[in-house]
């Protein structure tokens, strides 16, 4: 059968090559996808436990009151805010309570956040002084 010339378009087999070959590629990226959504939920729950601290530290000062992180299981909360840390991700505090003083100075800790297979780590620690730090190790 002769194609006319006015006739556009895909032959069946081009079309199974293209998807052959999308295939692989997908088959390639979805263990990837799995690894950095793992990491971002790692990445936010450090980010957002330092957010709980720096503003348990700024309510501590604003309102010339004492201001304490405690945690209860996998929640850690304040007089007005709270977290909970995802089941994947592991944290390791070196307290359960976190005091912050009206003169800005704060219990001095330490907490460990990693994902499942220890490839990413972030230490959220305070200091004596009440600076809030967090470093990726």
Known sequence: MSRRSDM???TLIE????????AVFISIA??????????NRVTAAANEF????????????TRRTSIVVTQSGAVWSSDNRSMEIPSNVTVTPSVTSIAFHPNGTATESSTNFKNSDDSLSFTISTKTVGFVRKVQD
Request: without cysteine; proline residues 3%; charged residues 10%.
């Open 50 to 61: 330092h957010a709980l601290l720096n503003s348990a530290r700024s309510d501590a000062v």
């Open 15 to 22: 079309l199974m090559v293209t998807i052959a070959v999308l």
């Open 30 to 39: 979805v263990p990837s996808f799995g690894r950095l959504i793992e990491n």
């Open 8 to 10: 556009h378009g895909f």
